[in-house]
């Protein structure tokens, strides 16, 4: 029991569950949430234009100066001006012609919402692509292979000479490049101010025409391979998640407990599915207000995440396990900082990959100092293919490692599959496949239309279903030792990150047909720096003694608890580099993607099996 286990929650307006549950005869369980799934309206662009006329006045986004952001003050958006302009967006793209995809490549900005919306208001399906793949890469294989499979004709940037390299690197031919500020040179391009104009009938006409089955995105998604697929993500399928998560709230004493208006800030990317849907469009949806966060969880980014968060008093706040991490610390040392993030927040949630119990004891610490309470610090889960949110903890939780329950909307379905049991789903938020793969599409779904999410889940308590699912590894990442012995890679990794408890950000776990089970080991770089007491390069970090001793006496932890052959770790080697997503080294959910790592790291993962010796290798 924990040293605040005793202290109560802060109160948490959730509805009470209803979970109904169903066993079939061959073994397989359905899950469903008893509560019914709150009216969701038939497009994304609806929420937006309900608050411009119930709450014209309400700020919906708010960024700092996009030129210099070390500016004080935050540059807003109202719902009602926010209309407006997405309506002269979308009449701008109605003019040009063509009803086709809009490439966007941008980090989180006000414009790049507007073009978002904008595009989709036209009837242009919109394809976020992560910054990396037009400004880090260096051949722009992946950034080309997504151009030529969603064939974009419009292509927004929000600096024309910062992408001009990006756009460089692509058969750019005649289409139209829209942009924020610096026009790219050698290319047909306008200015948003350009580009935007007066919305008309047309516009009213475009908006009458969205249907729940009208194509809003296509979002990108690595999955095990590691090559881009195009999820389908249709109006309704956003729009009901929005929903889903709102139905397990009872959003009336929300209301009472937190103000009338939700307030976020966040740094999670809209290139990807969880700072897409479930922060933006949710934050939408809600009515609420969401301050961009341009800072993140690394050395170099995180004084201006924890600068924005000492001025914005959230009553949300979902992030990463690694930020989550971060702050864990920066509350212990800034008191500004845990007043003001702990003075109105109601629930706090983490997705992604899993994070440790460690983290979640010494932010209730300071929460507990701060309030006197607890604050529930939950998990959500769910993919790309389910946009993205498919379960969360919808009650009081101080247990890390659960995905919750099945949210209003949809159904679970866990197969049998050896000792263990495969989770799919069904419901209103599902995508209906993959943009131009009908092979990936058919493979995807089983016999009765259920999305093979490739993940594995038990239930916490087999005797009480009301206590979650927790998750137990990725069924594709499976693997056998030379011996035979199976090792269920995605549970061990989940495993050894939490017994590190802090100084692993993530693993690759090794040893197929090998003697043994070997990890890469990726450092987290904000808590090393706690542990060491002084900012390293990432090199030196790796070798320091205490990063050493750290997960070397976290892992002698988890080897004492699991013996056997499939779970002992014999060596870790911890890397050099972090994992870099334009390489494909990170999947939709955030974390590691062991094949493709162990293919670019085949050098590293051969020094692991060697005679060789070096400081980063810890033999255990």
Same mark, same amino acid.
């Given at each position: ?173 005649? @289409? #139209?490049?829209?942009?924020? !500020? +610096? ?6 391009? &306008?200015?948003?101010? /350009?580009? $935007? ?103 170099? @980014? #995180?004084?201006?995440?924890? !600068? +924005? ?6 009553? &949300?706040?979902?992030? /990463?396990? $690694? ?298």
């Amino acid at each position: 029991m924990s040293e605040t286990s005793h202290i109560p929650f802060r109160e948490l307006p959730y509805l009470p569950q209803k979970t109904l549950i169903e066993t079939r005869d061959d073994g397989t369980v359905l899950i469903r949430n008893g509560q019914p799934l709150k009216d969701y309206p038939p497009h994304m662009l609806w929420p937006l234009k309900h608050w411009a006329e119930q709450a014209p006045d309400r700020v919906w986004l708010a960024q700092r100066d996009p030129v210099d952001p070390t500016k004080e003050g935050w540059q807003e958006i109202t719902y009602a001006e926010a209309w407006d302009r997405i309506r002269a967006l979308a009449q701008g793209f109605l003019n040009a012609g063509a009803a086709a995809p809009v490439m966007i490549l941008s980090r989180n900005t006000i414009d790049h919402a507007l073009v978002m919306y904008g595009a989709m208001l036209a009837g242009c399906p919109v394809v976020p692509v992560t910054p990396a793949y037009a400004l880090l890469s260096q051949d722009f294989a992946r950034l080309n292979y997504v151009d030529g499979l969603v064939e974009p004709a419009y292509i927004y940037v929000e600096d024309g000479a910062e992408y001009q390299r990006g756009l460089d690197g692509m058969q750019m031919e005649d @289409r #139209l490049v829209l942009y924020s !500020r +610096n026009a790219p040179t050698g290319y047909r391009s &306008q200015s948003l101010d /350009v580009f $935007a104009v007066s919305g008309g009938n047309s516009v009213n006409e475009a908006y009458d025409r969205l249907t729940p089955e009208t194509v809003a995105k296509y979002m990108l998604t690595s999955g095990s391979t590691g090559e881009p697929k195009a999820v389908i993500n249709t109006h309704g399928m956003i729009a009901a998640n929005a929903k889903m998560i709102r139905s397990v709230w009872d959003e009336d004493r929300l209301a009472q407990v937190t103000g009338e208006v939700q307030v976020m800030c966040n740094f999670l990317p809209w290139s990807h599915t969880y700072g897409a849907n479930a922060i933006l469009h949710n934050m939408t949806d809600w009515g609420g207000t969401l301050y961009l966060d341009w800072g993140a969880p690394t050395p170099a @980014r #995180l004084p201006e995440m924890i !600068r +924005n968060l000492k001025e914005v008093s959230t009553t &949300q706040h979902t992030t /990463v396990p $690694a930020a989550w991490a971060a702050l864990a610390t920066a509350f212990e040392q800034d008191e500004v900082l845990a007043q003001t993030f702990f003075k109105r927040i109601c629930q706090m949630a983490y997705g992604g990959a899993s994070m440790g119990q460690d983290i979640y004891e010494r932010i209730q610490k300071v929460a507990v100092r701060i309030t006197g309470e607890r604050i529930s610090l939950s998990a959500g889960y769910g993919a790309t293919e389910t946009s993205p949110t498919a379960s969360n903890v919808h009650w009081p939780n101080d247990t890390m490692g659960l995905i919750g329950l099945p949210l209003p909307g949809n159904t679970f379905k866990l197969v049998p599959a050896g000792d263990k049991k495969e989770l799919r789903v069904k419901g209103v938020n599902v995508t209906p496949g993959y943009y131009r793969n009908e092979e990936k599409t058919r493979a995807a779904f089983d016999e009765e239309g259920f999305y093979r999410l490739g993940d594995a889940v038990r239930f916490v308590d087999p005797d009480d279903p009301n206590k979650g699912l927790a998750f137990d590894g990725r069924t594709a990442e499976e693997f056998k030792l030379a011996n035979g012995t199976w090792v269920s890679a995605g549970k061990l990794r989940v495993q050894a990150v939490q017994a590190v408890d802090g100084a692993l950000a993530d693993a690759v776990v090794c040893g197929l047909n090998r003697d043994a089970v070997c990890l890469l080991g990726f450092v987290n770089e904000s808590y090393c720096e706690r542990l060491i007491g002084e900012k390293l390069p990432l090199s030196e970090m790796i070798e320091h003694p205490k990063v050493v001793d750290a997960v070397r006496a976290g892992l002698a932890r988890h080897n004492a608890s699991n013996p056997n052959a499939a779970s002992r770790i014999s060596r870790v080697l911890l890397q050099p580099t972090q994992p870099q997503p334009d390489a494909g080294e990170i999947t939709e959910k955030g974390y590691i993607n062991q094949n493709k790592a162990q293919t670019l790291r085949q050098s590293e993962v051969e020094q692991l099996y060697s005679d060789s010796v070096t400081s980063r290798l810890i033999v255990l």
